[in-house]
Structure formats: C-alpha cells, structure tokens
C-alpha cells in the first residue's frame, strides 16, 4: 500500500481548476511538512507549495501564489492543492511529499528533506 497517493490531475482548459489530494497513510500521517512538486518534461522538479502540519504556516512558489490554495483535512489525513486559475506552463506530473522535518520549515522547498514520495498525478492544461 502506498503511503502517500495523489488524485485529481486531470486535463483542463486555460483557467480552469483542479483540486490534487494527498491521501497519507501510515507512517507519513505523523510527518511534520507535506508538500507539493511538480516536474514538466525537460525541467527541474520545482517546489510548487508546502504545509506545516504542526503549526498550520505555508509556503508558495512565486508563480502559483494567488492562485494556489494548499490546505490539510486532518481527520482524512489528506492535503489539498486547489489549483485555479491554470495555465499551460502549469502542465507537469505533481507529486506530493512527506518529510520528518523539525526546526527551519524553509528548507522544505527542497525536495532532498522529504522522506516519502507520492507517484504523481498528471496535469495537463491547455492553451
């Protein structure tokens, strides 16, 4: 069973949304940070958003804020990414990620500090 699955990639249309979940089970439901990457084909995996589960602060890169929510059910174990207003260069395979992190949250833009990965879930917008 995998302890981190994503759902809720799909193909839209320029401004569009969707929402991504984040399903933990397991272990990765204590974990201290969950994030959001995403990878477009030829690029570098990039931080898109991340949440404290301990004390509720976020994160966003500068390209989806404003039109990004991250956001965490706690009874479902679940985090949310609800994506709108969508944009072709928002197109790419979005994981989610657990990390153990304790002390400074910055570091959490960085994929190396998380622990457990989600397989990914396409998005794909068109123009």
């Known amino acids: 069973q995998a302890l981190l699955e994503e759902s809720g990639g799909g193909l839209v249309q320029t401004g569009g949304s969707l929402r991504l979940s984040c399903a933990a089970s397991g272990r990765t439901v204590e974990s201290s940070v969950v994030g959001w990457f995403r990878r477009a084909p030829g690029k570098e995996r990039e931080c898109v958003a991340f949440?404290?589960?301990?004390?509720?602060?976020?994160y966003y890169a500068d390209f989806v804020k404003g039109r990004f929510t991250i956001s965490r059910d706690n009874v479902k174990n679940t985090v949310y990414l609800q994506m709108n207003n969508l944009k072709p260069e928002d197109t790419a395979d979005y994981s989610c990620a657990a990390s153990f992190i304790s002390g400074d949250d910055r570091l959490a833009r960085f994929p190396a500090v998380y622990d457990y990965w989600g397989q990914g879930t396409q998005v794909t917008v068109s123009s």
């Open positions: 949440i404290n589960l301990k004390v509720g602060n976020t």
